[in-house]
């Protein structure tokens, strides 16, 4: 399937038409590469089995996480929102077997290591760009969300639900900020990218931060 079929297909559900016969059996509620999202340098489409992550309000899959990420539990709640589903989040540690059958897999899980992915970006350190990278892919019926550290794991998770699932966040409460696409169904294709900021830090700093003096870089709290 082209990826212009399945931009048309998230197109259509923004506009509020009926999706349920004309899109295809694969697609994405969003757009990956949506005009309001940063671009993305490279985005892998592989060959491989759908993600069948909610179909006809039945969820498919168990959002398994590496431990307490609160961003598995807004994305559990975000695809309800979108279908009605009850989608349940199982935290299972770094080197546990989740066998309860298909998974949006988020952290650093035995699965992901199985399945030939480690940690993107620079895991080594907590400096730069690159300890903020993260990776989302589709193999095999699943989903692996993984970043550097856990905070860029969650940056991967909040990615996923933009370009796949074509949530917004325009406000920070989340009954009337999260905006959803409305479907039965979330089929999807086999999807492979990473990304990773261009700025190292997404909080405020300040000179004037009490402490602060000439050559140091102090986080300034948040109001």
Avoid at 112 to 126: D, I, N, Q, S, V
Wanted: proline content about 5%; aromatic content about 10%.
């Amino acid at each position: 399937m082209s990826h212009v079929k399945l931009m048309a297909a998230g197109a259509a559900v923004a506009m509020g038409m009926s999706c349920i016969a004309a899109v295809p059996e694969m697609w994405f509620p969003g757009n990956p590469q949506a005009k309001d999202l940063t671009p993305l340098k490279a985005f892998g489409k592989p060959q491989g089995e759908a993600v069948r992550v909610v179909t006809n309000g039945v969820a498919g899959v168990t959002i398994v996480a590496s431990e307490a990420h609160p961003e598995a539990r807004w994305l559990a709640e975000i695809i309800g929102k979108m279908t009605g589903a009850k989608v349940k989040v199982q935290n299972i540690g770094t080197n546990a077997v989740f066998k309860g059958g298909r998974a949006i897999y988020v952290g650093d899980v035995l699965a992901l290591r199985e399945a030939g992915f480690g940690r993107p970006g620079t895991p080594e350190t907590r400096w730069g760009v690159g300890a903020h990278a993260f990776r989302c892919v589709a193999k095999g019926g699943d989903v692996f969300i993984i970043g550097a550290h856990a905070q860029a794991t969650g940056y991967g998770v909040y990615d996923f639900a933009e370009r796949v699932l074509g949530v917004r966040q325009y406000y920070p409460s989340r009954e009337v900020g999260d905006l959803v696409l409305k479907t039965e169904s979330i089929v999807l294709p086999p999807f492979d990218w990473t990304d990773q900021p261009v700025y190292e830090f997404r909080t405020e700093f300040a000179a004037g931060h009490r402490g602060w003096k000439f050559g140091d870089a102090h986080q300034s709290d948040h109001n």
